[in-house]
């Protein structure tokens, strides 16, 4: 239980400060859903024209857990007509645990370190993203998954 409330804790503030940084940098900051694995609350950060910082926060429905990653993305901007096109490779860490509920406290706790593999197209305020992750699980045990999703953020 002290483990979700400290992920709970720890992406609430990091949300809170995106958007409280939302008013001075516009446009670099997403906010919206992601529809994969996990399922739930993306958010995407700009540091540069090619460099970013993503989110998501959500629920892994193929094995009932809650789930939360993070990651450096290295964006490579492809020109076109209207809106901004990007493939973007990076990489970054998976978190997932089993809900707690009073009958049933955490008793599964993963790690995975994850590449996401992506493209995005921006036409502002809005984007449009799909998705793969190679993930290494690290903990409990060595292995290998994938993730990933399709979804959708607004800029502001």
């Known amino acids: 239980m002290k483990h979700v409330l400290l992920v709970v804790l720890v992406c ?3 949300f809170s400060g995106a958007a409280l940084a939302a008013h001075s940098d516009h446009g670099n900051i997403g906010a919206g859903v992601v529809l994969g694995k996990p399922t ?5 950060f700009w540091l540069s024209r090619k460099d970013a910082i993503d989110a998501a926060l959500g629920w892994n429905f193929e094995e009932d857990l809650f789930a939360l990653q993070a990651g450096y993305l290295y964006n490579h901007p492809i020109d076109v007509s209207s809106g901004f096109l990007a493939v973007y490779i990076g990489a970054g860490g998976l978190f997932e645990a089993v809900s707690p509920s009073d009958e049933r406290p955490i008793d599964k706790i993963y790690l995975s ?7 995005e197209y921006i ?3 809005i984007s449009f993203f799909v998705e793969v992750d190679p993930l290494l699980l690290l903990y409990p045990g060595l292995g290998f998954d994938f993730g ?3 979804g959708f953020r607004f800029y502001f």
């Not at 370190?113 to 493209?119: A, Q, S, T």
Request: hydrophobic share 30%; proline share 10%; net charge positive.
């Open 123 to 125: 036409y502002e305020p």
């Open 40 to 44: 739930g609350l993306s958010g995407k």
């Open 148 to 150: 990933g999703g399709v």
């Open 113 to 119: 370190g994850r590449i996401p593999l992506g493209l």
């Open 12 to 14: 609430s503030t990091v």
